[in-house]
């Protein structure tokens, strides 16, 4: 089954910018969707954004309010996540992950990446 691999995270100012990449070891349907998720410090498991492999239907969480861009190189099969303006309360390891499924539910998504660490100093 197709294997996801995050990179990018690392240890950014208040303010700054990080851009996380999710690379797939192969592409999988075009109506499959990768999604980010994040989970800070104590905190619940949070949607961040999803985009399908055709590069369309990109949704964000509400918490993004424009700071963050999703997009898509389909000749590398890598997700970015573009992450500007970037707050203390951002620090949090991101996740990618794939749905197959018709519905963009959290719990639809599988094939789950090891993260990747983002820490934001203020």
């Known amino acids: 089954q197709v294997q996801l691999t995050e990179s990018g995270g690392g240890l950014v100012q208040a303010g700054g910018s990080l851009r996380l990449s999710c690379a797939a070891s192969?592409?999988?349907?075009?109506?499959?969707?990768i999604g980010w998720f994040r989970r800070g410090p104590g905190k619940e498991r949070e949607f961040v954004g999803s985009i399908r492999w055709t590069g369309a239907d990109i949704r964000y969480g509400t918490f993004v309010e424009g700071r963050f861009t999703i997009s898509i190189d389909n000749a590398k099969n890598t997700v970015y996540l573009q992450m500007t303006g970037l707050k203390p309360e951002d620090t949090a390891i991101y996740f990618c992950a794939r749905n197959r499924f018709v519905l963009d539910y959290d719990n639809n998504y599988e094939n789950w990446g090891q993260g990747t660490q983002v820490t934001v100093s203020s």
């Open positions: 192969y592409r999988t349907a075009s109506s499959d969707r």
